[in-house]
Protein backbone atom coordinates (compact mmCIF):
# COMPACT_ATOMS: atom_id res chain seq x y z
CA UNK A 1 0.00 0.00 0.00
CA UNK A 2 2.28 2.28 0.80
CA UNK A 3 4.24 1.87 -2.39
CA UNK A 4 1.05 3.11 -4.16
CA UNK A 5 0.62 6.41 -1.89
CA UNK A 6 4.09 6.96 -2.47
CA UNK A 7 4.11 7.56 -5.62
CA UNK A 8 0.58 9.30 -5.62
CA UNK A 9 1.97 12.27 -3.92
CA UNK A 10 5.29 12.04 -6.32
CA UNK A 11 3.03 12.54 -9.45
CA UNK A 12 1.66 15.05 -7.53
CA UNK A 13 4.86 16.92 -6.98
CA UNK A 14 6.37 16.20 -10.26
CA UNK A 15 4.49 18.49 -12.84
CA UNK A 16 5.71 21.24 -10.49
CA UNK A 17 9.26 20.49 -11.72
CA UNK A 18 8.85 20.60 -15.00
CA UNK A 19 11.42 23.72 -15.28
CA UNK A 20 14.54 22.03 -13.58
CA UNK A 21 16.75 19.27 -16.02
CA UNK A 22 15.61 16.10 -15.77
CA UNK A 23 18.92 15.37 -13.99
CA UNK A 24 18.17 17.88 -11.31
CA UNK A 25 14.48 16.26 -11.38
CA UNK A 26 16.19 13.15 -10.86
CA UNK A 27 17.88 14.15 -7.96
CA UNK A 28 14.42 15.67 -6.21
CA UNK A 29 12.86 12.11 -6.91
CA UNK A 30 15.95 10.97 -4.70
CA UNK A 31 15.30 13.17 -1.87
CA UNK A 32 11.41 12.14 -2.05
CA UNK A 33 12.11 8.44 -1.89
CA UNK A 34 14.76 8.99 1.07
CA UNK A 35 12.00 11.31 3.04
CA UNK A 36 9.09 8.98 2.41
CA UNK A 37 10.79 6.18 4.00
CA UNK A 38 12.40 8.40 6.65
CA UNK A 39 8.93 9.61 7.68
CA UNK A 40 7.70 6.19 7.17
CA UNK A 41 5.12 5.75 10.13
CA UNK A 42 4.83 9.10 11.44
CA UNK A 43 1.79 10.88 11.24
CA UNK A 44 0.45 14.76 11.45
CA UNK A 45 -1.77 15.98 13.66
CA UNK A 46 -4.18 15.49 11.26
CA UNK A 47 -4.27 11.96 10.69
CA UNK A 48 -2.54 12.52 7.54
CA UNK A 49 0.64 10.38 6.87
CA UNK A 50 3.95 13.20 7.80
CA UNK A 51 5.35 13.19 4.48
CA UNK A 52 2.38 14.99 2.99
CA UNK A 53 3.96 17.87 4.92
CA UNK A 54 7.31 18.05 3.41
CA UNK A 55 5.86 16.88 -0.09
CA UNK A 56 3.61 20.44 0.26
CA UNK A 57 6.57 22.48 1.44
CA UNK A 58 8.76 21.16 -2.19
CA UNK A 59 5.82 21.97 -4.15
CA UNK A 60 5.22 25.71 -2.60
CA UNK A 61 9.42 25.63 -3.13
CA UNK A 62 9.27 24.51 -7.00
CA UNK A 63 5.97 27.14 -7.52
CA UNK A 64 8.90 29.69 -6.84
CA UNK A 65 11.02 27.69 -8.87
CA UNK A 66 13.82 27.06 -6.60
CA UNK A 67 16.68 25.34 -7.47
CA UNK A 68 16.74 21.42 -7.25
CA UNK A 69 19.31 21.64 -4.05
CA UNK A 70 16.28 24.23 -2.71
CA UNK A 71 13.59 21.74 -3.18
CA UNK A 72 15.32 18.32 -2.18
CA UNK A 73 15.92 20.66 0.86
CA UNK A 74 12.22 20.92 1.45
CA UNK A 75 11.25 17.56 1.07
CA UNK A 76 14.40 16.55 3.60
CA UNK A 77 13.89 19.92 5.99
CA UNK A 78 12.37 17.62 8.74
CA UNK A 79 14.50 14.31 8.41
CA UNK A 80 17.67 15.48 10.93
CA UNK A 81 15.22 16.41 13.57
CA UNK A 82 12.21 13.66 13.34
CA UNK A 83 13.76 10.76 11.94
CA UNK A 84 17.46 11.04 13.49
CA UNK A 85 19.08 10.86 10.26
CA UNK A 86 22.50 12.06 10.54
CA UNK A 87 24.07 14.82 8.63
CA UNK A 88 26.87 13.35 7.09
CA UNK A 89 24.38 10.76 5.44
CA UNK A 90 22.74 13.82 3.81
CA UNK A 91 26.18 14.93 2.51
CA UNK A 92 27.13 11.58 1.28
CA UNK A 93 23.53 11.38 -0.65
CA UNK A 94 22.27 14.57 -1.43
CA UNK A 95 25.76 17.22 -1.82
CA UNK A 96 27.10 19.63 0.92
CA UNK A 97 24.70 22.22 -0.18
CA UNK A 98 21.38 20.31 0.72
CA UNK A 99 22.88 19.18 3.81
CA UNK A 100 23.51 22.98 4.86
CA UNK A 101 20.14 24.29 3.90
CA UNK A 102 18.59 21.52 5.98
CA UNK A 103 20.90 21.91 8.94
CA UNK A 104 20.54 25.91 8.92
CA UNK A 105 16.33 25.29 8.68
CA UNK A 106 16.68 22.73 11.35
CA UNK A 107 18.87 25.13 13.21
CA UNK A 108 16.49 28.20 13.05
CA UNK A 109 13.46 25.75 13.57
CA UNK A 110 14.80 24.67 17.37
CA UNK A 111 15.57 28.38 17.78
CA UNK A 112 11.71 29.51 18.66
CA UNK A 113 10.97 26.24 20.59
CA UNK A 114 13.32 27.53 22.96
CA UNK A 115 12.59 31.36 22.23
CA UNK A 116 9.14 30.63 23.89
CA UNK A 117 10.14 29.58 27.18
CA UNK A 118 12.51 32.12 27.47
CA UNK A 119 11.46 35.65 27.56
CA UNK A 120 12.99 38.71 25.36
CA UNK A 121 16.44 38.07 25.01
CA UNK A 122 16.35 35.02 23.70
CA UNK A 123 14.40 36.06 21.01
CA UNK A 124 16.62 39.00 20.07
CA UNK A 125 19.49 36.41 20.28
CA UNK A 126 17.24 34.41 17.94
CA UNK A 127 16.59 36.89 15.20
CA UNK A 128 20.20 37.34 15.44
CA UNK A 129 21.20 33.74 15.04
CA UNK A 130 18.44 33.54 12.19
CA UNK A 131 19.98 36.31 10.11
CA UNK A 132 23.58 34.85 10.43
CA UNK A 133 21.66 31.43 8.82
CA UNK A 134 20.09 34.22 5.90
CA UNK A 135 23.94 35.37 5.06
CA UNK A 136 25.35 31.67 5.18
CA UNK A 137 22.65 31.02 2.29
CA UNK A 138 18.87 32.31 1.83
CA UNK A 139 17.94 29.52 0.85
CA UNK A 140 17.37 28.25 4.65
CA UNK A 141 15.29 31.14 5.18
CA UNK A 142 12.72 30.83 1.62
CA UNK A 143 12.73 26.81 2.42
CA UNK A 144 11.98 27.72 6.28
CA UNK A 145 9.17 30.18 4.64
CA UNK A 146 7.91 27.90 2.49
CA UNK A 147 7.67 25.26 5.89
CA UNK A 148 5.71 27.97 7.54
CA UNK A 149 3.42 28.58 5.37
CA UNK A 150 1.80 24.93 5.17
CA UNK A 151 2.20 25.19 8.15
CA UNK A 152 -0.72 27.69 8.71
CA UNK A 153 -2.06 26.39 5.79
CA UNK A 154 -3.06 23.47 8.15
CA UNK A 155 -2.94 25.18 11.44
CA UNK A 156 -6.89 24.33 11.92
CA UNK A 157 -5.47 20.90 13.60
CA UNK A 158 -3.26 22.62 16.11
CA UNK A 159 -4.82 23.82 19.63
CA UNK A 160 -5.84 27.59 20.16
CA UNK A 161 -2.89 29.01 22.26
CA UNK A 162 -0.38 27.49 19.38
CA UNK A 163 -2.23 28.90 16.71
CA UNK A 164 -2.16 32.69 18.15
CA UNK A 165 1.34 31.92 18.99
CA UNK A 166 2.34 30.89 15.61
CA UNK A 167 0.05 33.90 13.95
CA UNK A 168 1.59 36.11 15.87
CA UNK A 169 5.44 34.93 15.20
CA UNK A 170 4.70 34.35 11.42
CA UNK A 171 3.31 38.64 11.53
CA UNK A 172 6.53 39.69 13.47
CA UNK A 173 8.75 37.51 11.79
CA UNK A 174 8.65 35.33 9.21
CA UNK A 175 5.80 37.77 6.90
CA UNK A 176 8.45 40.81 6.98
CA UNK A 177 11.25 38.47 5.72
CA UNK A 178 9.36 37.33 2.70
CA UNK A 179 8.69 40.74 2.13
CA UNK A 180 12.00 42.01 2.50
CA UNK A 181 12.83 38.95 0.03
CA UNK A 182 10.85 40.17 -2.18
CA UNK A 183 8.42 37.62 -2.24
CA UNK A 184 4.95 39.21 -2.28
CA UNK A 185 2.64 36.02 -2.99
CA UNK A 186 4.31 34.41 -0.12
CA UNK A 187 3.59 37.70 2.34
CA UNK A 188 0.37 37.55 1.66
CA UNK A 189 -0.93 34.40 2.49
CA UNK A 190 0.96 34.40 5.67
CA UNK A 191 -0.15 37.29 6.76
CA UNK A 192 -4.04 36.58 5.62
CA UNK A 193 -3.94 33.07 7.25
CA UNK A 194 -2.33 34.86 10.80
CA UNK A 195 -4.70 37.32 10.75
CA UNK A 196 -7.48 34.93 10.40
CA UNK A 197 -6.27 32.93 13.11
CA UNK A 198 -5.12 36.32 15.87
CA UNK A 199 -8.23 38.29 15.04
CA UNK A 200 -10.84 35.86 14.35
CA UNK A 201 -13.81 38.23 14.53
CA UNK A 202 -12.12 40.83 12.35
CA UNK A 203 -11.10 38.56 10.02
CA UNK A 204 -14.52 37.01 9.45
CA UNK A 205 -16.62 40.64 9.76
CA UNK A 206 -14.24 42.32 7.53
CA UNK A 207 -14.22 38.75 4.90
CA UNK A 208 -18.14 39.42 4.91
CA UNK A 209 -18.20 42.92 4.11
CA UNK A 210 -15.61 42.70 1.13
CA UNK A 211 -17.60 39.47 -0.37
CA UNK A 212 -20.56 41.86 -0.20
CA UNK A 213 -19.19 44.21 -2.48
CA UNK A 214 -16.91 41.32 -4.69
CA UNK A 215 -19.47 41.58 -7.70
CA UNK A 216 -19.55 44.70 -7.63
CA UNK A 217 -15.71 45.59 -7.64
CA UNK A 218 -14.85 42.69 -9.59
CA UNK A 219 -17.07 43.83 -12.54
CA UNK A 220 -16.13 47.46 -11.81
CA UNK A 221 -12.47 46.17 -12.52
CA UNK A 222 -12.82 44.36 -15.56
CA UNK A 223 -14.50 47.62 -17.03
CA UNK A 224 -11.39 49.54 -16.28
CA UNK A 225 -9.09 46.88 -17.63
CA UNK A 226 -11.14 46.88 -20.95
CA UNK A 227 -11.12 50.88 -20.85
CA UNK A 228 -7.32 50.33 -19.96
CA UNK A 229 -6.44 47.94 -23.10
CA UNK A 230 -8.01 49.77 -25.65
CA UNK A 231 -6.77 52.89 -25.12
CA UNK A 232 -3.16 51.45 -24.79
CA UNK A 233 -3.70 49.54 -28.03
CA UNK A 234 -4.90 52.68 -29.68
CA UNK A 235 -1.76 54.65 -28.85
CA UNK A 236 0.47 54.41 -31.84
CA UNK A 237 3.46 55.87 -29.82
CA UNK A 238 3.49 53.38 -27.79
CA UNK A 239 2.69 50.80 -30.06
CA UNK A 240 5.47 51.57 -31.85
CA UNK A 241 7.83 51.03 -28.51
CA UNK A 242 6.55 48.17 -27.44
CA UNK A 243 6.18 43.57 -28.41
CA UNK A 244 2.94 43.74 -25.83
CA UNK A 245 1.28 44.37 -22.52
CA UNK A 246 -1.22 43.19 -20.20
CA UNK A 247 -3.44 44.61 -17.93
CA UNK A 248 -4.70 42.34 -14.98
CA UNK A 249 -7.13 43.08 -11.81
CA UNK A 250 -4.87 43.14 -8.54
CA UNK A 251 -6.67 41.86 -5.50
CA UNK A 252 -6.15 43.54 -2.13
CA UNK A 253 -5.76 41.33 0.62
CA UNK A 254 -7.62 41.57 4.05
CA UNK A 255 -4.99 41.71 6.41
CA UNK A 256 -3.50 45.06 4.78
CA UNK A 257 -6.55 46.53 4.58
CA UNK A 258 -7.79 45.79 7.96
CA UNK A 259 -4.00 47.32 8.95
CA UNK A 260 -4.64 50.48 7.23
CA UNK A 261 -7.96 50.83 8.66
CA UNK A 262 -6.72 50.37 12.25
CA UNK A 263 -3.36 52.56 11.33
CA UNK A 264 -4.82 55.35 9.78
CA UNK A 265 -8.56 55.32 11.71
CA UNK A 266 -10.40 54.76 8.19
CA UNK A 267 -13.76 53.12 6.95
CA UNK A 268 -13.91 50.36 4.57
CA UNK A 269 -15.29 52.98 2.32
CA UNK A 270 -12.11 55.16 2.77
CA UNK A 271 -9.54 52.80 1.54
CA UNK A 272 -8.10 53.98 -2.11
CA UNK A 273 -6.98 51.08 -3.17
CA UNK A 274 -9.53 48.47 -2.41
CA UNK A 275 -9.93 48.61 -6.69
CA UNK A 276 -6.61 48.41 -8.06
CA UNK A 277 -5.00 47.35 -11.35
CA UNK A 278 -1.69 46.41 -12.78
CA UNK A 279 -0.01 47.59 -16.38
CA UNK A 280 3.11 44.91 -17.38
CA UNK A 281 4.76 46.44 -20.02
CA UNK A 282 6.88 44.47 -22.93
CA UNK A 283 9.19 47.19 -24.58
CA UNK A 284 10.62 46.05 -27.82
CA UNK A 285 14.46 45.42 -27.31
CA UNK A 286 16.65 48.45 -27.87
CA UNK A 287 20.24 47.95 -29.49
CA UNK A 288 22.27 48.84 -26.23
CA UNK A 289 21.47 48.49 -22.68
CA UNK A 290 21.39 52.35 -21.87
CA UNK A 291 19.21 52.62 -24.97
CA UNK A 292 17.31 49.56 -23.41
CA UNK A 293 17.24 50.94 -20.16
CA UNK A 294 16.06 54.74 -21.45
CA UNK A 295 12.64 52.83 -23.21
CA UNK A 296 11.82 50.94 -20.29
CA UNK A 297 11.27 53.89 -18.25
CA UNK A 298 10.01 55.94 -21.23
CA UNK A 299 7.44 53.89 -22.03
CA UNK A 300 6.36 53.74 -18.44
CA UNK A 301 6.21 57.09 -18.02
CA UNK A 302 4.25 57.20 -21.37
CA UNK A 303 1.43 54.80 -20.02
CA UNK A 304 1.17 57.35 -16.80
CA UNK A 305 0.14 59.70 -19.10
CA UNK A 306 -2.57 57.87 -20.87
CA UNK A 307 -4.08 56.80 -17.83
CA UNK A 308 -4.07 60.08 -16.17
CA UNK A 309 -5.86 61.43 -19.78
CA UNK A 310 -8.56 58.57 -19.97
CA UNK A 311 -8.97 59.47 -15.41
CA UNK A 312 -8.85 62.04 -13.21
CA UNK A 313 -5.39 61.75 -10.84
CA UNK A 314 -6.01 62.33 -7.50
CA UNK A 315 -3.68 65.00 -6.26
CA UNK A 316 -0.79 63.25 -4.01
CA UNK A 317 -1.67 60.64 -5.12
CA UNK A 318 1.30 59.57 -7.67
CA UNK A 319 4.56 57.89 -6.72
CA UNK A 320 7.45 57.35 -8.75
CA UNK A 321 9.28 54.30 -7.35
CA UNK A 322 10.56 54.00 -10.90
CA UNK A 323 13.20 57.33 -10.65
CA UNK A 324 13.50 56.40 -6.85
CA UNK A 325 13.05 52.74 -6.14
CA UNK A 326 12.63 51.51 -3.11
CA UNK A 327 15.04 50.09 -0.65
CA UNK A 328 14.45 46.71 -1.69
CA UNK A 329 14.95 47.56 -5.67
CA UNK A 330 11.29 47.51 -6.42
CA UNK A 331 10.28 49.26 -9.34
CA UNK A 332 6.61 50.69 -10.66
CA UNK A 333 4.69 53.86 -10.97
CA UNK A 334 1.69 54.28 -8.60
CA UNK A 335 -0.98 56.41 -9.08
CA UNK A 336 -4.56 56.46 -7.99
CA UNK A 337 -7.01 57.70 -10.21
CA UNK A 338 -11.21 58.73 -9.93
CA UNK A 339 -12.36 56.20 -12.48
CA UNK A 340 -15.36 54.57 -12.83
CA UNK A 341 -19.12 55.86 -10.73
CA UNK A 342 -16.51 58.20 -8.87
CA UNK A 343 -14.44 55.36 -7.28
CA UNK A 344 -10.94 55.32 -6.63
CA UNK A 345 -8.51 53.19 -8.65
CA UNK A 346 -5.21 52.66 -8.24
CA UNK A 347 -3.02 51.68 -11.47
CA UNK A 348 0.63 50.11 -11.01
CA UNK A 349 2.78 50.58 -14.12
CA UNK A 350 5.89 48.44 -14.85
CA UNK A 351 7.76 46.58 -17.65
CA UNK A 352 8.32 42.64 -17.07
CA UNK A 353 11.94 43.35 -15.96
CA UNK A 354 10.44 45.36 -13.30
CA UNK A 355 7.68 42.80 -12.05
CA UNK A 356 10.62 39.82 -12.05
Not at 144 to 149: P, V, W
Not at 295 to 312: F, N, P, S, T
Amino acid sequence: ASVGADLGLWNRLEPALAYLAPEERAKVREAYRFAEEAHRGQLRRSGEPYITHPVAVAEILAGLQMDADTVAAGLLHDTLEDCGVAPEELERRFGPTVRRIVEGETKVSKLYKLANLEGEERRAEDLRQMFIAMAEDVRIIIVKLADRLHNLRTLEHMPPEKQKRIAQETLEIYAPLAHRLGMGQLKWELEDLSFRYLHPEAFASLSARIQATQEARERLIQKAIHLLQETLARDELLQSQLQGFEVTGRPKHLYSIWKKMEREGKTLEQIYDLLAVRVILDPKPAPTRESQALREKQVCYHVLGLVHALWQPIPGRVKDYIAVPKPNGYQSLHTTVIALEGLPLEVQIRTREMHR
